[in-house]
């Protein structure tokens, strides 16, 4: 089976704080991304990559960045936590065979 | 640009009553179309998903039908349990934008005994 794991289930950060979010898939998956969850909201695109060292902006990439220097690891930053940055973030990566894409647990991130 | 639209919840049913969520999207192209679920507290997981027109997705007696001709995949399941209460999400991957997911706002589930 797939697996995506993700450093924290739960996350209380201060504001200001640089925060490191950290995703790990065990499929050779070339594909990854980052999605923030909030209520009335769904899922909204962060960053995703296709390859070690490339990313690509998705929908709301204002205020993160990513790293991703092995094929297996993905890393969400947030350089200077805000509140408005609350969230359940979610990882997944991507498969071909089958075509789906495969979520981690989610981190649950609150800044204070 | 993309997107998708489900309805809003949430959904209060009786066990055994008859389940449909509807779900329309916009889109270029031929996309792809999925349904996810979350149970409370995890994470998401694919429930059933659809790669052409008029495909049938289908998972835990739920089914979804790809209809090109009215941009939906409604989902469906003639007998929901308790163990159906989660959130469900409709989403598309369009292809050549490189199989990024847009998902709908998500819509609640409640089933009561």
């Known amino acids: 089976d797939v697996k995506v794991t993700q450093s924290s289930r739960y996350l209380v950060k201060r504001t200001g704080e640089k925060v490191f979010l950290e995703c790990v898939q065990d499929m050779d998956h070339e594909n990854m991304f980052w999605y923030r969850q909030d209520p009335g909201l769904g899922l909204r695109l962060i960053y995703f990559s296709y390859d070690v060292k490339m990313k690509e902006k998705g929908d709301i990439p204002e205020g993160y960045s990513v790293s991703r220097e092995k094929k297996e690891r993905f890393s969400l930053i947030l350089e200077s936590a805000s509140t408005n940055q609350t969230s359940m973030y979610l990882c997944?990566?991507?498969?071909?065979?089958?075509?789906?894409?495969?979520f981690g647990p989610g981190t649950r991130l609150t800044v204070t | 640009g993309n997107s998708v639209t489900q309805m809003e919840g949430p959904v209060t049913l009786s066990e055994e009553a008859f389940l449909t969520i509807n779900c329309t999207y916009t889109?270029?192209?031929?996309?792809?179309l999925f349904w996810y679920v979350q149970y409370p507290g995890e994470g998401l997981q694919l429930l059933l998903k659809a790669t052409k027109a008029d495909d049938k997705g289908s998972n835990k007696g739920f089914e979804a039908t790809y209809r090109k001709e009215t941009t939906s995949f409604h989902l469906e399941k003639g007998s929901v349990q308790v163990s159906d209460s989660a959130v469900y999400f409709c989403a598309l991957s369009d292809q050549g934008a490189g199989t990024a997911l847009i998902f709908g706002k998500g819509t609640t589930l409640s089933v009561s005994s």
């Open positions: 997944a990566s991507f498969g071909r065979t089958p075509y789906e894409q495969y």
């Open positions: 889109a270029t192209g031929y996309p792809s």
